[in-house]
């Protein structure tokens, strides 16, 4: 693979004029190119046919292993966190508050010289009484270093979930990357729709709000991926041919489990520049086997298999097993021994943690370089934030719609003629 190669003197260009104030003031002597959500979107648009992945680190070594494949791909990078993974309730040992400081720490000891975006992901809002709470934690997470965000209210009706971005999102810095969500990632059932898509962003665009990306749900589930269905191509190309004006990239949710030639062709065909995976990453840091698209390979009793020379080593994946079987974790589930058995992890010989991080690495390389088309995509973003020349590249789009359209009584009134299909209820966060 030939590599665009990056300058000394524009990665130190880029590092003077292209990160935040709240990531210089927090890490002033750092060679981290932490950077806004923005340049990531615009280096994937630029690059044509391109999406990066915004790996949900989990553990320290989903971290680890994502920023030596992104370095090695040349290709600029998101990592991320839900609010569900690392907010107040947290089952990962990596939080809202802590992950620019992992992020930041990781770039200058690896050396690492590609952009990173650092995204809270699902920043959800169940009901009306979360919106308070949001309005004090959000600002908390640009203090601590967060550069993109995802307000999730797709949880609400439609007119309730626009109405929350609309309160929400003076909240976010004007520099920060941005994502919003139509329709709950709950699988086949309760699809979204193009009606409700231009719905959230023809309301936010009347109020000068211009989202990064929006999610979807086109069909793919959280976690590990049981149906086979997965992500439904050909709903996400309608939909996005519905928004192509608003000049809004996909953002694609669920992606541990669909296969190659699926994200391939999201890829390809879509304009989704954000592929989202958590549930892989985790797994394979472990030693899980998993097939080419990283779903976890189950055996006859349900029970996940572990490469003996791979991911942790025995000891601990007979202390992680045992565990689980006292907490009656199952499947997707196991996701909640991250924190108790972060330290332990650390905890191993070096031999181990290198496996641990060389297997994300392998992972997420093959992905952004034969699937994603991602690579070179580091040099385009560096670029990009020179000639912008501050941590702000300004939004995509221009407004289109009339506020005088889009005042709330309307949004009500609007929504509520609004013909879709919400799916069960239940719990999707993973």
């Known amino acids: 693979m030939t590599q665009s190669l990056i300058s000394k003197k524009d990665f130190h260009e880029a590092l003077k004029v292209g990160r935040p104030d709240n990531i210089k003031r927090l890490f002033p002597n750092s060679h981290a190119l932490i950077v806004s959500g923005k ?21 320290h070594f989903v971290i680890q292993g994502t920023l030596m494949a992104a370095q090695r791909a040349n290709a600029a990078i ?51 009484e979360d919106i308070e709470q949001a309005k004090i934690e959000i600002p908390s997470l640009f203090d601590a270093g967060i550069t993109s965000i995802a307000i999730d209210a797709s949880h609400l009706t439609d007119a309730q979930n626009l ?43 009347a109020h000068n709000i211009f989202p990064n990306w929006i999610a979807l749900n086109n069909g793919t589930t959280h976690g590990i991926e049981e149906s086979g269905t997965g992500i439904n191509v050909e709903l996400t190309c309608q939909i996005h041919k519905k928004l192509e004006k608003y000049s809004v990239s996909g953002a694609q949710h669920g992606t541990s489990g669909n ?89 191993q010989p070096k031999a181990i943690r290198e496996r641990m991080a060389k ?20 040099p385009i973003a560096i670029e990009d934030i020179i000639k912008c020349g501050n941590p702000d590249p300004g939004p995509k789009s221009t407004r289109i719609e009339k506020a005088e359209d889009w005042t709330k009584e309307k949004i009500i009134r609007r929504g509520a003629l609004i013909q879709n299909d919400k799916g069960v209820n239940g719990n999707f966060d993973d």
């Open 39 to 59: 340049y990531i979107d615009r280096a994937m648009i630029k690059k044509n046919k391109a999406m990066t992945i915004a790996a949900n680190a989990r553990n």
């Open 78 to 128: 998101i990592i991320e966190i839900a609010r569900s993974e690392g907010g107040t309730s947290a089952y990962c040992p990596v939080n809202l508050w802590n992950i620019a400081r992992h992020v930041d720490a990781l770039c200058n000891e690896l050396n690492i010289t590609i952009p990173v975006a650092i995204h809270a992901d699902h920043f959800g809002i169940k009901n009306i």
């Open 163 to 205: 109405l929350a971005n609309l309160e929400l999102i003076p909240f976010v810095p004007d520099w920060a990357g941005l994502e919003t969500e139509v329709g709950e990632i709950k699988g086949k059932c309760g699809l979204s729709t193009a009606e409700e898509a231009l719905f959230l962003i023809q309301g936010l665009n």
């Open 259 to 347: 296969s190659s030639a699926k994200l391939l062709e999201i890829a390809q065909t879509t304009r989704t520049t954000k592929a989202n995976v958590a549930t892989a990453l985790q797994m394979i840091s472990w030693g899980v086997e998993v097939n080419d698209f990283g779903n976890a390979i189950l055996d006859i009793n349900g029970d996940f298999i572990k490469n003996s020379d791979k991911g942790v080593n025995e000891q601990t994946w007979k202390k992680m097993l045992s565990f689980a079987e006292k907490q009656k974790l199952k499947g997707g589930d196991y996701k909640k021994l991250n924190l108790p058995f972060e330290n332990i992890f650390l905890s």
């Open 359 to 378: 297997g994300v690495e392998e992972f997420v390389f093959n992905m952004l370089v034969n699937i994603f088309n991602a690579q070179d995509t580091a």
